[in-house]
């Protein structure tokens, strides 16, 4: 199935090229290119993605000019613009821009015959349109939704390690902390782009500091889930009760005994079973 912003990057470069030629740009690739490699998953990444692509070109077309003026065309000259604009993108973390600084420098190089100065702004315009024709699209044909996606891998996320305790308590299955863990990272990556959103709001509020906890008590509840993989099952009977009373699972308990084993392990069951009464209790578990 062709993603949203397969599509959107396709319809960006079909609009780049239509403008291209009603502004009878002379060089529609730089448009086509500057749409292409701003089309981002997030509307504030895409703008500041676009931002610093924008500011790459700007260097790149002035090393470009800086350079052909001292010897158009020198192989050894392009080489070591080539390393400075590497250098100069790594140190401002414009990782993104380098492509387009170095193709934008390139295609300075290479010129000739032609106004440097004029050929460098062109270059810079050309590529500017791209960008801001991405980033109109981005916004106004289907905007990424990442609140929504972030109640479902939340809910995912929170019934997964509910589902994982409860058929280790009644069977004798290990529990997946590797699928937890891996779900644990994708709810994270995903919240780092929500939050970078422009949108800010109370909603928005209540949802970051939802999903703040959560992060925080499944990664309790992983860490926990790999100690007690490797001890011996014993339930305490204050144990059970308290699973029976927060998560409706009913276990059978183990004689009581005093063995520093028995309590590290009651212990560790103890704290999954408040830390997943807590997350199901969450305004984002509950309203979604």
Request: charged content about 20%; hydrophobic content about 45%; glycine content about 4%.
């Given at each position: 199935?062709?993603?949203?912003?397969?599509?959107?990057?396709?319809?960006?470069?079909?609009?780049?090229?239509?403008?291209?030629?009603?502004?009878?740009?002379?060089?529609?690739?730089?448009?086509?290119?500057?749409?292409?490699?701003?089309?981002?998953?997030?509307?504030?990444?895409?703008?500041?993605?676009?931002?610093?692509?924008?500011?790459?070109?700007?260097?790149?077309?002035?090393?470009?000019?800086?350079?052909?003026?001292?010897?158009?065309?020198?192989?050894?000259?392009?080489?070591?613009?080539?390393?400075?604009?590497?250098?100069?993108?790594?140190?401002?973390?414009?990782?993104?821009?380098?492509?387009?600084?170095?193709?934008?420098?390139?295609?300075?190089?290479?010129?000739?015959?032609?106004?440097?100065?004029?050929?460098?702004?062109?270059?810079?315009?050309?590529?500017?349109?791209?960008?801001?024709?991405?980033?109109?699209?981005?916004?106004?044909?289907?905007?990424?939704?990442?609140?929504?996606?972030?109640?479902?891998?939340?809910?995912e996320l929170i019934d997964s390690a509910?589902?994982?305790?409860?058929?280790?308590?009644?069977?004798?299955?290990?529990?997946?902390?590797?699928?937890?863990?891996?779900?644990?990272?994708?709810?994270?990556q995903l919240f780092d782009i929500y939050?970078?959103?422009?949108?800010?709001?109370?909603?928005?509020?209540?949802?970051?500091?939802?999903?703040?906890?959560?992060?925080?008590?499944?990664?309790?509840?992983?860490?926990?889930?790999?100690?007690?993989?490797?001890?011996?099952?014993?339930?305490?009977?204050?144990?059970?009760?308290?699973?029976?009373?927060?998560?409706?699972?009913?276990?059978?308990?183990?004689?009581?005994?005093?063995?520093?084993?028995?309590?590290?392990?009651?212990?560790?069951?103890?704290?999954?079973?408040?830390?997943?009464?807590?997350?199901?209790?969450?305004?984002?578990?509950?309203?979604?």
């Amino acid at each position: 199935m062709v993603g949203m912003r397969t599509i959107k990057t396709a319809i960006a470069v079909m609009i780049s090229i239509i403008v291209s030629m009603r502004l009878n740009v002379n060089y529609p690739l730089f448009v086509t290119i500057g749409a292409i490699v701003s089309m981002q998953s997030s509307l504030n990444e895409s703008f500041q993605s676009g931002l610093n692509r924008i500011l790459g070109t700007i260097v790149g077309a002035v090393i470009g000019i800086i350079f052909f003026n001292i010897s158009p065309n020198n192989i050894v000259l392009t080489g070591l613009g080539i390393i400075l604009l590497i250098t100069i993108n790594n140190k401002m973390n414009w990782s993104k821009s380098l492509v387009i600084s170095l193709i934008v420098f390139s295609s300075i190089m290479m010129s000739y015959g032609q106004d440097v100065v004029l050929n460098s702004a062109l270059r810079v315009i050309d590529t500017t349109l791209g960008i801001i024709i991405a980033f109109v699209i981005n916004t106004v044909i289907s905007p990424p939704k990442h609140e929504e996606k972030i109640y479902i891998n939340a809910v995912e996320l929170i019934d997964s390690a509910y589902l994982e305790f409860k058929s280790y308590l009644l069977s004798d299955t290990e529990l997946n902390v590797k699928d937890i863990q891996e779900k644990l990272e994708a709810l994270s990556q995903l919240f780092d782009i929500y939050k970078s959103e422009f949108i800010q709001n109370e909603k928005k509020i209540l949802v970051e500091k939802d999903v703040m906890r959560i992060l925080f008590l499944m990664d309790e509840v992983a860490h926990n889930f790999s100690i007690i993989n490797s001890m011996k099952k014993e339930i305490s009977s204050k144990n059970a009760l308290g699973i029976y009373n927060k998560l409706n699972i009913k276990v059978n308990e183990s004689p009581e005994n005093d063995t520093e084993d028995f309590l590290v392990y009651n212990y560790h069951i103890k704290i999954i079973t408040n830390d997943i009464s807590k997350m199901k209790k969450l305004e984002i578990y509950r309203y979604s």
